[in-house]
């Protein structure tokens, strides 16, 4: 059982290219969430979804894109990266309302 | 501003002693999350609270959440070096989103 898996680990893009960041859970669940985590600022969350094919913007979704085609992939896109998007990014998933996130292990993105 | 707020944002205990961290929350809460991050790692998960009053332990950590529904408290009993990382609450408002929206966090260095 995987959990929930995050590709990649590191990137570096250079100013104004585009870029997908990859989520997959293999647990069959309906929530997953994307999240950034900058310092001093905790975890802020960009988009989620409910369901396959239902997603809505969190705190934070501008310059931010995502589908929900399959239960199991939540896919992030960056249309035209900033330096201001330099962060690190947390996907994460969960059965229900009920019930605790799951996390993954996070992608390190740089913006140069 | 910021609708959960964690204090301390930063603490340095001896091993052996006890700490507590707070979160408060600007609106009553459906859910409150506690997670532990050790550093660029992902999110484990600690606990969940839901009642008003509510109690739980694991180990050596200890979460209540007040009856209003509005404070979150995680008390640390005999810290350890192992303890060390940092802490996350999440609340869930909406009660049927399962959308997660985190404080900063609060950084724990345990000294041995």
């Known amino acids: 059982n995987a959990g929930v898996t995050q590709t990649p680990k590191f990137q570096v893009l250079k100013t104004g290219q585009s870029m997908t960041l990859q989520c997959a859970q293999d647990?069959?669940?309906?929530?997953m969430s994307w999240y950034r985590q900058d310092p001093g600022m905790g975890l802020r969350l960009i988009h989620y979804s409910v369901g396959a094919g239902i997603t809505d913007q969190g705190e934070v979704p501008n310059g931010y894109n995502v589908s929900r085609s399959t239960t199991e992939d939540f896919p992030l896109r960056l249309l035209s990266a900033a330096p201001s998007q330099t962060s690190v990014y947390f996907c994460a998933s969960s059965y229900n309302r009920h019930t605790e996130a799951f996390f993954g292990q996070g992608t390190r993105l740089t913006v140069v | 501003s910021q609708e959960l707020e964690q204090s301390p944002q930063s603490l340095i205990v001896q091993e052996g002693k006890n700490l507590t961290i707070n979160c408060t929350s600007s609106?009553?809460?459906?859910?409150l999350y506690w997670y532990k991050q050790k550093y660029g790692e992902g999110l484990i998960f600690l606990m969940m609270?839901?009642?008003?009053?509510e109690e739980k332990s694991h180990e050596k950590i200890t979460a209540k959440l007040d009856e209003k529904k509005q404070q979150s408290s995680l008390h640390i009993t005999a810290s350890q070096p192992s303890h060390a990382g940092i802490y996350l609450c999440g609340a869930d408002w909406s009660g049927n989103t399962g959308k997660l929206i985190f404080g900063q966090g609060t950084t724990l260095q345990v000294k041995p």
């Open positions: 609106k009553t809460l459906y859910g």
């Open positions: 609270l839901q009642k008003g009053g």
């Open positions: 647990m069959n669940h309906e929530y």
